[in-house]
């Protein structure tokens, strides 16, 4: 068995390799041991020895014993890490980063012992890329109200998240797909009340359960550390479909035809309101929510004066109606419905529409009515 030690302090290695050496011997394990005092070269002595552990010293100063497990899981994800730390409080990140153990400073041979056990009766047990996953074949993300994964032609489902942030964190690298997120921007989004280093290392175990559950999915999504490790980039295989991405290149795509297809763009307003992620109450997400509802709007305004023009006007004015629940100001939307229950002969609601929304207007935003509805109005002989 190949053990990689990893500490900056050069007695600490001298004794580790000379505990772990006599605990092997103990346990008639045969073992390979490399000492490395200088964490920089963890990586490229990983990827050309291939060790079966990693003793992982948490606090070194050139890089964290957290970011070299985070870099493993991503590189390496079969070898096994042992954290060492003198503080008992960082035994919580070590299990969630997936660490088969840790040992606390000063080293107790007992306590080394157990360790070395349980990696010894690891190694028998499948890894996780060894376990059945879903098929990988085709996948599509909903993200209209709550972030759900469809399989195929199967229901969708809520992913197995472990915590709400790396939901969150899922949620928010998702919608910056493609591009650079730098470490320091999700650290003062999720974690803006921690430290520096509990916040990292909520980071590194937010991303590696992430990483965790897109596996068991069978999900083709990615996320790599990038920029001498400082951010991270999610990108989306070829057979996952992001739902809302693909409604508005449908919907496009029908509105750019000669003439639009009208009859597709009715299908695909009713199919999506552009309700980006809405059950979760991200305030990062507000501003794409709101692009998808204007989206919406600006062609749920075309469809509806299209389908007056075709004589559909009590399916027009469901649409206004509708228009104006998202959008309540819009001076044209509401004298469109004032002139269709005229043409309706839906006199009755007249009145009381155009009361409705002089109170809107005057309540919310201390004005008059738009002068358009007022001259309507006026033109009607309609008193307030």
Not at 349 to 372: A, C, V
């Amino acid at each position: 068995m190949r053990l990689l030690l990893v500490d900056d302090e050069r007695l600490a290695l001298i004794l580790l390799e000379k505990e772990l050496r006599s605990v092997a011997e103990k346990s008639g394990v045969p073992v390979e041991i490399v000492a490395l005092q200088s964490p920089g070269s963890v990586m490229a002595e990983a990827e050309k020895w291939r060790p079966d552990v990693v003793f992982l010293d948490i606090h070194m100063p050139e890089i964290s014993g957290l970011q070299i497990a985070e870099m493993l899981q991503e590189r390496r994800p079969e070898i096994m890490v042992v954290f060492m730390t003198a503080f008992d409080s960082y035994a919580l990140e070590a299990f969630e980063l997936s660490a088969i153990d840790y040992v606390l400073k000063p080293l107790v041979r007992d306590r080394l012992e157990k360790t070395f056990k349980r990696i010894v009766a690891r190694r028998e047990v499948p890894d996780i890329e060894e376990l059945p996953v879903q098929d990988t074949k085709s996948h599509v993300i909903l993200c209209s109200g709550t972030l759900l994964v469809q399989s195929g032609i199967g229901e969708p489902e809520l992913p197995k998240w472990r915590t709400a942030k790396a939901q969150e964190l899922f949620a928010y690298l998702l919608l910056r797909r493609g591009a650079t997120v730098h470490k320091s921007t999700i650290l003062e989004l999720l974690f803006p009340e921690l430290g520096m280093k509990p916040a990292m290392a909520r980071l590194y175990t937010a991303i590696y359960q992430i990483r965790q559950c897109m596996a068991l999915m069978g999900l083709d999504i990615t996320i790599q550390n990038i920029s001498m490790q400082e951010a991270y980039i999610l990108r989306v295989g070829e057979n996952v479909t992001i739902e809302n991405e693909r409604w508005e290149q449908e919907l496009l795509v029908a509105a750019e035809q000669e003439p639009p297809l009208y009859n597709r763009i009715e299908e695909l307003l009713a199919d999506y309101d552009g309700g980006y992620l809405r059950d979760h109450d991200y305030v990062w997400a507000e501003g794409e929510q709101a692009r998808l509802s204007g989206l919406w709007m600006s062609h749920a305004r075309k469809l509806a004066a299209y389908l007056e023009t075709q004589g559909r006007e009590d399916e027009a004015l469901k649409l206004y109606v509708r228009l104006q629940e998202m959008d309540p100001y819009q001076e044209s939307d509401g004298l469109a419905i004032l002139k269709l229950y005229e043409r309706l002969g839906q006199y009755d609601k007249i009145i009381g529409y155009t009361t409705q929304l002089e109170n809107l207007f005057m309540e919310e935003l201390g004005l008059p009515l738009p002068p358009s509805i007022a001259a309507w109005r006026e033109e009607r002989g309609l008193r307030s």
